[in-house]
């Protein structure tokens, strides 16, 4: 062991085991492991309540940990995050500092910036992978162009070598000699006092912290990995991992859960039991998106304001805060999407299953612009990630080259029927339908007035009644893309009257349409001097890539859309990637590969908030206080999203 001392970063890497940052500061010499919660920083991606109930208790657990190793965390709660590193350099004289790569926009932007002044002030700064398979910066196509759809990504990267797992955690760690500022976890504030009561409901179902994400791999791997191709698509019960909060604070190393899995696939093959293998196949393949879901963000690092694709750039959306509130409160009228609404409320967590049916009933029958709802499942969700709720969000709203089309729209009708035949999903969710008959669970307001009365059911009073008919939701929808892409024609018109102006869509004030071509800058590595570094990815100019003939004409030039013409050709085969990431829906992209621009201006910022206008924000917040004083009656618990928003 050296002589160093080392202040380790972590942030969401809550883990002793295969932790690279933490076991390279520990080899060289004394460590001061450190976490430091800035709430000021994460702006309008400040986590919601559920996601920092796990925060803490992760924390905690980590803690202990590290004691029982020879050294603490410390805690520190600041307004700036390089101020806070600094003060731990000073104070124990520190000659480096180490952390683990993340890849969502906001830290992307901290990072890179926290890195270059510390390198600029003489300090050594050294990062490594925590948290994926592959580095998104390892995987391009043939010409070095990013991939824009999941299927050849994913072959891809399953033919590259993975890095070896350290699985020994480091025996002893050494404290660095002094101490300073600290707090603890409960001066960091993660819980108010007021969330207690609905967070205790929390950890009778949830265990946060590395030793339990290392237990329920276990037991999920021994006891249900075998049925995992057949039962994750049921929506009740734990058909699947569950592991999505501990991968998502990095409590389980990735690389641990492939290489177990793998382990098992070799065995299940010299046995020749296909269902395991198979099983095996479609895990690695989730494993894969949540992969993929880094890449995209690394290397479209505009993805969090601005969908993929530029389809949805005219798109008429309805901002309805009513249609939004009854969709956030279950109280649609359908009851398979209300169930999903109230169990998320309730619990923090839904199947991938009912995420497809929810998100995609706010963006297609309801209208809902799609930011809307991501911002609401990061407010809500245990497992929120922003890569992998921009993922599922863009998948469904036609916003990726091999996900859903804009204009299919499942009726829940019949996906209630599909996907929760007995009812029993809904039952449990919406009491004031458990006496329901199973013919009419998915569709009371078709219910014999008799039947309703035997179930005590009075729709439009102790439930309500849909809250658009289907029927009328569709044709609106028909009506919305045809606008949309009139208005797509009118500025490619103006266009080529060679103005410059740009007509952006009406929750959107970033513009661009065609899927950018991305290079890699190489500058930030050369800055830290390693080659474990965080690179930064570069949009090409789109000036001089996009001609007036818009996708088609970029298609031609960027490797990468090789891909996506290939895309045109299978437009009507069903993407591979519906199985895994929304498998109610067939893929295609030719329509929305229409999409066309003139000029266009990318950028690459930390979002300080929501760019739908100011008047938008203003009504919606007074709309959310109303909410929260009136679920001080009990019924619901208050929102946060407005809250984050206004930060
Ligand atoms: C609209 C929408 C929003 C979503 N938001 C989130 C989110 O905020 N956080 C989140 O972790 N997942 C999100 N997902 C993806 C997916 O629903 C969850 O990862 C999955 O349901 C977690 O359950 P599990 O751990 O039992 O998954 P399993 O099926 O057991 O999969 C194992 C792991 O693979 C990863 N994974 C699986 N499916 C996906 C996927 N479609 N995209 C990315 N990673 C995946 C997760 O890390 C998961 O834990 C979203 C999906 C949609 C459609």
Request: hydrophobic share 35%.
């Amino acid at each position: 062991m050296g002589s160093n001392r080392t202040i380790v970063w972590f942030r969401r890497d809550l883990r002793i085991e295969d932790n690279p940052a933490l076991a390279a500061a520990a080899k060289e010499g004394s460590i001061f492991p450190v976490y430091i919660w800035c709430p000021t920083e994460e702006g309008q991606f400040y986590p919601g309540r559920v996601s920092r109930w796990w925060l803490k208790h992760s924390l905690a657990h980590l803690n202990q940990s590290l004691k029982s190793l020879g050294a603490e965390l410390v805690l520190i709660k600041t307004h700036s995050t390089l101020e806070a590193l600094l003060e731990c350099i000073n104070a124990v004289q520190a000659t480096k500092v180490v952390f683990n790569h993340l890849y969502d926009p906001v830290s992307l932007v901290r990072d890179h910036n926290i890195k270059e002044k510390l390198v600029e002030l003489g300090i050594s700064v050294q990062s490594y992978n925590g948290d994926l398979l592959y580095e998104p910066w390892e995987i391009y196509d043939e010409r070095g162009h990013a991939f824009t759809t999941f299927d050849p990504f994913w072959n891809r990267c399953l033919h590259m070598q993975i890095k070896a797992v350290s699985i020994i955690p480091p025996w002893e760690l050494v404290p660095a000699a002094r101490t300073i500022k600290k707090c603890s976890i409960e001066d960091l504030g993660l819980e108010d006092e007021s969330e207690k009561s609905s967070n205790a409901l929390l950890g009778r179902a949830w265990s946060p912290g590395w030793s339990n994400a290392d237990k329920a791999l276990t037991e999920f791997i021994e006891q249900h990995l075998l049925h995992y191709s057949n039962n994750r698509l049921k929506v009740g019960g734990d058909s699947t991992s569950l592991l999505s909060p501990y991968l998502h604070f990095g409590e389980l190393s990735v690389r641990k859960v492939f290489q177990l899995t793998r382990m098992k696939q070799i065995l299940w093959a010299n046995q020749g039991n296909s269902a395991g293998e198979e099983s095996v196949t479609l895990f690695l393949r989730a494993l894969g998106l949540r992969e993929y879901s880094r890449y995209l963000c690394f290397n479209f690092p505009f993805t969090h304001e601005r969908p993929l694709l530029g389809n949805l750039r005219f798109f008429p959306w309805n901002s309805d805060l009513t249609n939004f509130k009854a969709w956030r409160q279950g109280r649609t009228g359908y009851p398979l999407v209300d169930a999903g609404m109230r169990e998320l409320w309730a619990t923090g967590w839904i199947h991938n299953r009912i995420r497809v049916i929810v998100s995609s009933f706010a963006v297609k029958i309801l209208l809902l612009p799609w930011r809307w709802g991501m911002k609401y499942f990061w407010d809500t969700l245990l497992d929120a990630d922003l890569e992998s709720d921009i993922l599922g969000w863009q998948y469904i709203s036609g916003s990726l080259p091999d996900g859903h089309e804009l204009e299919r729209l499942d009726d829940p009708e019949i996906q209630g029927v599909k996907f929760d035949p007995e009812g029993d999903y809904v039952r449990h969710w919406l009491p004031e339908l458990a006496r329901m008959p199973t013919e009419w669970i998915h569709h009371p307001w078709d219910a014999p007035l008799i039947v309703l009365r035997a179930a005590g059911v009075e729709l439009g009073l102790n439930y309500p009644k849909p809250v658009i008919d289907i029927d009328l939701a569709r044709q609106r929808l028909t009506e919305a893309i045809f606008k949309m892409w009139e208005a797509e024609a009118a500025t490619k018109s103006a266009c080529s009257d060679e103005t410059n102006e740009v007509v952006v869509d009406n929750t959107n004030s970033v513009t661009n349409l065609a899927i950018p071509k991305v290079v890699l800058n190489t500058k930030a590595a050369h800055a830290t001097i390693s080659s474990n570094d965080q690179k930064v990815p570069t949009l090409q100019d789109p000036k001089n890539v996009v001609s007036p003939n818009k996708r088609s004409k970029c298609v031609e030039e960027g490797g990468q859309n090789q891909h996506n013409s290939q895309n045109h050709k299978n437009a009507t085969e069903v993407s591979s990637i519906d199985h895994d990431v929304c498998s109610t829906a067939e893929s295609s992209s030719r329509k929305k590969q229409k999409s066309t621009t003139c000029t266009s201006t990318y950028t690459f910022s930390v979002p300080q908030q929501c760019s739908s206008s100011s008047e938008l924000k203003r009504s919606w917040q007074e709309q959310i206080d109303m909410e929260q004083s009136s679920s001080k009656d009990g019924k619901l618990p208050p929102l946060k999203f407005s809250q984050k928003i206004e930060k």
